[in-house]
């Protein structure tokens, strides 16, 4: 794997923590000035605890799922899948990157189902996972970390750490407190998106049949150095499916990783990836609001998946894989919740390598 130098996009972690650790620094250098009132030093130190911490984030999850020890603590249910992808060469001008030379490039990836509840049935109304690692020339790799919804869940680290705790168990019942998660939808509009997606939604049929996007806005970078806003979507070539309600209902506790397991034994499994051009304006940090339909959209590539198998042992089970690992001629935007992901996954991932 290659790294980026100190100074490059891919290592702005966190727009968000960098502006809160201005201001302590900023606030420690006027207290010593006694500028400050003690009311104004309360604010700002208050101001300066906002966001939670990429270990709060987790310990939550786990709070919320218990633990498996050694295991992912968000998307815990998964499958390995290896295959290939080709990029279309006409998408090099809009970016550098050696996913769109032309050549077949070998990819390691993984489904998911969201949550760490090991034994959430595979027709829980939640998104779907896909992540892929691309091996590029140079040991390069690249990683997309994608979900089957097109809006996330939160505009902000902190909201999507307010639904965590809104969902925790009231001890008194082993449930969550209905009004907690009231007051939670009514404080937070920037969840109601995804909310109204998934009640219109129900969950893919098999994976093979599911679609799957890359929530978060990037930035292509072509030879001239010239930047293009892009998202993208992966489209199944049997085509979107959902589970009726009937077959939610009816639906064995197990069945998306056989089915993927069966359906590439009979023959490769297809996705086209669907590039959409952004224009000036169009909001590049909130993974909650919606881009305009009308949006052009080109053919970025073909990927073919060959093979699929349970995930212990197999190949994309001790990957990380962080969405912020990239190559040459893709970067990130400001995105608070994309630059969040990275330190999330390395907590999780330090933990379940470590055996907890």
């Known amino acids: 794997m290659s790294f980026a130098p100190l100074d490059a996009p891919v290592l702005s972690i966190n ?5 809160l650790n201005m201001k302590k620094t900023l606030l420690q250098q006027f207290k010593k000035m006694g500028v400050l009132t003690a009311g104004l030093i309360c604010v700002w130190q208050a101001q300066a605890q906002l966001a939670p911490t990429a270990d709060q984030v987790v310990g939550a999850l786990e709070k919320l799922n218990g633990v498996t020890p050694g295991e992912r603590r968000n998307h815990i249910l998964g499958i390995c899948v290896k295959g290939t992808f080709v990029g279309e060469k006409s998408v090099e001008a809009f970016s550098r990157s050696a996913l769109f030379s032309g050549a077949t490039i070998p990819v390691v990836g993984r489904f998911s189902l969201a949550g760490g509840n090991p034994k959430a049935p595979d027709s829980t ?27 996330f869940s939160a505009a902000t680290p902190q909201t999507f750490y307010d639904a965590l705790m809104s969902n925790m168990p009231d001890p008194a019942t082993g449930k969550p407190d209905p009004e907690k998660q009231k007051a939670f939808r009514e404080t937070h509009p ?20 599911s679609d799957f996007f890359s929530i978060h806005t990037f930035k292509f970078l072509n030879q001239k150095n010239e930047t293009t806003l892009v998202k993208w979507q992966f489209v199944p070539e049997e085509g979107v499916k959902r589970l009726t309600d009937a077959e939610m209902a009816s639906a064995p506790a197990r ?5 993927l397991i069966a359906k590439t034994g009979k023959g ?7 590039l959409t051009i952004g224009e000036p304006g169009d909001e590049q940090t ?26 212990k042992g197999a190949d994309c089970e001790k990957i990380n894989f962080d969405p912020l690992v990239m190559s040459d001629g893709i970067a990130p935007t400001a995105d608070p919740v994309l630059n969040f992901r990275s330190p999330a996954y390395a907590s999780s991932f330090g933990k379940r390598l470590s055996g907890q």
């Open 125 to 151: 109304k939640s998104p779907r996972g896909l992540a892929l690692q691309f091996a590029l020339p140079g040991n390069n790799i690249h990683h997309f970390t994608m979900l089957n919804v097109p809006v």
């Open 286 to 311: 909130n993974p909650t609001v919606y881009w305009p339909a009308e949006r052009k959209k080109i053919q970025a590539g073909v990927l073919t998946l060959t093979s699929a198998t349970p995930q």
């Open 190 to 209: 920037d969840a109601k998106p995804l909310g109204e997606f998934m009640a219109k939604n129900n969950p893919p049929s098999s994976y093979a049949n």
């Open 255 to 259: 069945f998306l990783d056989d089915d």
């Open 268 to 274: 490769p499994v297809r996705w086209k990836m669907l």
């Open 15 to 19: 727009p968000t923590l960098k502006v």
